[in-house]
């Protein structure tokens, strides 16, 4: 793995003030005093996190960065992604007002290179959160940039300066992966590292891959005017996600004119005359598409070269650095934590997997289980598809009775007023008890939605104890509470209901 140059494209005031903030130019190492408490390798996610953590609480801190701090999430993924997807939005908004009632004169007109300046605005505004001089003035952490490589069991090296540890963390994070198709690399192609550079709009570009990040960025380049097709090998994108919700997505992004070839596979890529053509095979068999430019998003590479894994005795393969259900190694003065080793990777897993990390590598007593926690992602999509838990099948693979209660947006009031019905809430309880295994929501906003069913998981509420929630009227989450209603009426058996008719009929 080569290392990435630090020079920002666009060369503009939003850039210059990013890397001033997260790897500062004139940026002097400190000199390591002794042994640390706590060294952290990587300051995206889940470093920060750790090292934060860990300083807050008065350990001796080192934190080693070798590109810019704020990692994917505030880099080259969660931020400048959701900044231009709002962008999608509000031309979307735009182009859909008429069936509100709403005109204006004109056609929708969007101006690309102000959309991609806005996320590089939002990017620099947010990144003092992450830089290097509040890690070092404000929290006291050591920052060190540079490439870091174990030297033995306690000790790394990093530009030329020894660190010696008494527990370390692991969170160099993952890249994108770049499948071995013939012509790929020597034609060009765009990742999450590099999409976020573009000051001029692909009239045409080619989405190879249907996971999280491909369908989000493929329905917003569409909303902003580019002629977009998602090529996917598996007969579904969003493979991991319940079925209806891909579909659902899947008519969407039809409608937003995104060409969606499922069952396809890429064979090679071409250069044709100012432009790139795909080889596809697919359902119909062989085809040939001109785009202008490739985004790949398959999947995520372990950042692990050149760590000296093996000198520390950490053992790692293929799908990164191996740990326990405590996050430590095979190493127990060191641990892991986030995309490194992690097979959910989202910055929200990175995060509470490193304040496990806290508890179990700094402090004696309970170690925190990473399998305990209830991990809840979602695809920032429109509709968006947010889930928690286990998915039905997973539940019945396990062995539990399982109930599943869907409710239609479509009996959501709220849903009805802003038009907005196709999407659906989700969950999956115990027949009997409720004990709540996992729910989906797929509507607007159903990211923010979902937490409240990881937070009724997490304290333990069954679905019909979510009856007495009382919801705002009138909001989409009242689909909890129609599901939770739904639930208590079954217990309403023919006895029961007999019972009741009795009681009725004797105190009338």
Known sequence: MTRPSLALSPDDDANRQLLANVHPPDWQNPIADGRYNFVVLGAGTAGLVAAAGAAGMGAKVALVERHLMGGDCLNVGCV???????????????????????HFGGDVEVDFAAVMARMRGVRAEISPNDSARRFADNLGVHVYFGEARFTGRDRLEVAGREIRFSKAVIATGARAAVPPIPGLVETGFLTNDTVFNLTEQPRRLAVIGGGPIGCELAQTFARLGTEVTVVEMMEQFLPREDRDAAELLHLSMQRDGVRILLATRLDRVETAISSKALVLTGPAGERRLIVDEIFVGVGRVPNIEGLGLDTAGVA?????????????????????????????????????????VL??????????????????????????????????????????????ITIPMAEVDRALAEGETEGFFRVHVHPRKGTIHGATFVCRRAGDLISEITTAMHAGLTLGEMAAVIHPYPTIAEAVRKAADQFNRRKLTPLTTRILKHWFAWTR
């Open 80 to 102: 400048p992604s959701k900044a231009i997807i709002r962008s999608g939005h509000a031309a979307h908004a735009l182009a859909e007002a008429a069936g509100f009632g709403v």
């Open 316 to 356: 790692h393969d293929r799908t990164g650095v191996l740990i326990d259900d405590h996050l430590r190694t095979s190493n127990p003065r060191i641990y892991a934590s986030g995309d490194v080793c992690l097979p959910a990777k989202f910055t929200h897993v990175a995060d509470f997997a490193s304040r496990a």
């Open 359 to 404: 508890q179990n590598a700094l402090f004696p007593g309970p170690r925190k289980k990473f399998s305990k926690i209830n991990l809840a992602w979602a695809t920032y999509t429109d509709p968006e598809i947010a889930h928690v838990g286990l998915y039905e099948d997973e539940a019945i693979e396990l062995g539990l009775e399982i109930e599943t």
